[in-house]
């Protein structure tokens, strides 16, 4: 499935990112969700406010890869999972993007410079 320019291959666990202008349905822009099942016609995704079964265009047009994202994406966010942070050597890295990314994690340990 190509996903926003973004060949995606869907299967149960996959993190998906939403892209949409509108929030519709309880879905809304930026939400991070997971793919619990598919078939040949929908795909089941969770989140944390519940299941939503959507077809493979709408989830083909209005989801990215939730596999990695940017700084700005993780803003208000809380990251329960494992958080590795690449490019730090980069001339726009400063260390207000390193505290932003730091206190998004749930366990520092869980975090790889």
């Known amino acids: 499935m190509d996903g926003l320019g973004q060949r995606l291959y869907i299967y149960a666990g996959v993190p998906l990112i939403v892209c949409v202008q509108?929030?519709?349905d309880g879905i809304y822009h930026s939400m991070l969700?997971?793919?619990v099942t598919y078939d040949h016609e929908t795909?089941?995704?969770r989140a944390e406010s519940g299941d939503h079964v959507l077809s493979h265009d709408w989830v083909s047009e209005?989801?990215?890869s939730g596999h990695c994202y940017t700084i700005a994406s993780c803003q208000s966010r809380t990251i329960s999972t494992d958080l590795a942070i690449y490019d730090t050597n980069c001339s726009h890295f400063s260390r207000g993007h390193l505290y932003t990314?730091?206190?998004r994690s749930s366990k520092f340990e869980n975090t790889l410079l």
């Open 62 to 64: 209005h989801t990215r």
């Open 33 to 35: 969700m997971e793919v």
């Open 22 to 24: 509108v929030s519709k």
């Open 101 to 103: 990314l730091i206190s």
């Open 43 to 45: 795909i089941t995704l």
